[in-house]
């Protein structure tokens, strides 16, 4: 196993870890992200189609704060960005999980 790399077993338990938080977390649909989220995305990334972070194309309209909930800050444009799949799914997520 090279030096830095995650062994099977804590594969195996990260992966468990996210299957118990997935149970508790509400659906989509419960967060938010309804027919009505889908048209301002797409109108916003119609406005901003790279990547924010590395000029890629953009594919996910991303919270800069997470709402957790409150629905003015999930609906405030100056707080959306544009981001590709992979700066979503990787820096991003990283950089939320360093300041937390």
């Not at 995305?41 to 901003?48: D, E, K, M, S, Y």
């Not at 590395?54 to 544009?82: E, Y």
């Amino acid at each position: 196993m090279p030096a830095g790399r995650p062994c099977a077993c804590q594969i195996a338990s990260t992966r468990a870890r996210g299957r118990r938080h997935d149970a508790t977390r509400p659906n989509s649909r419960q967060r938010g992200y309804t027919r009505q989220w889908e048209k301002a995305r797409a109108a916003f990334l119609h406005l901003h189609p790279t990547c924010a972070l590395c000029g890629a194309a953009a594919v996910v309209v991303d919270h800069i704060t997470p709402h957790r909930g409150d629905k003015a800050l999930f609906w405030n444009w100056n707080n959306w960005q544009a981001l590709c799949g992979h700066c979503h799914n990787s820096v991003k997520q990283r950089a939320e999980r360093a300041a937390a």
